[in-house]
């Protein structure tokens, strides 16, 4: 099991910027895939962004793609999102996650054994 803990969340105008920073800890970092996910009330928790365990290889919801940038230093245990243009429907509360096995690269939540406590974004007009 790998502990995970999310920062970096606030209350931004639609245009603006933020990023989020996941710190891990508890096992082996650099072997496993990451990712972000986020929920808005009333819906699902939706994947938006994932990055490989070496960081060469990433995904990207359509809804962010050309926005959001996922980032991981192994170096430091650590993942980012940068979230740039930010629109009111990003607003959500965001996880970070990590999968369940070593050296894979799977988008779906079932793939993701670890999360951490979420972190909120909120987009004002």
């Known amino acids: 099991q790998v502990q995970l803990v999310e920062s970096g969340g606030g209350l931004v105008q639609a245009g603006g910027s933020l990023r989020l920073s996941c710190a891990a800890s508890?096992?082996?970092?650099?072997?496993?895939?990451m990712g972000w996910f986020r929920q808005a009330p009333g819906k699902e928790r939706d994947i938006v962004a994932a990055?490989?365990?070496?960081?060469?290889?990433?995904y990207y919801a359509d809804s962010v793609k050309g926005r959001f940038t996922i980032s991981r230093d192994n170096a430091k245990n650590m993942v980012y999102l940068q979230m740039n243009s930010l629109e009111l429907e990003d607003t959500a509360v965001y996880y970070c996650?990590?999968?369940?096995?070593?050296?894979?690269?799977?988008?779906?939540?079932?793939?993701?054994?670890?999360w951490g406590q979420g972190t909120q974004v909120t987009v004002s007009s």
């Open positions: 508890g096992r082996t970092f650099s072997n496993y895939g």
């Open positions: 996650a990590a999968q369940k096995s070593q050296f894979l690269f799977r988008l779906l939540r079932s793939d993701f054994g670890s």
């Open positions: 990055i490989s365990w070496t960081g060469t290889r990433t």
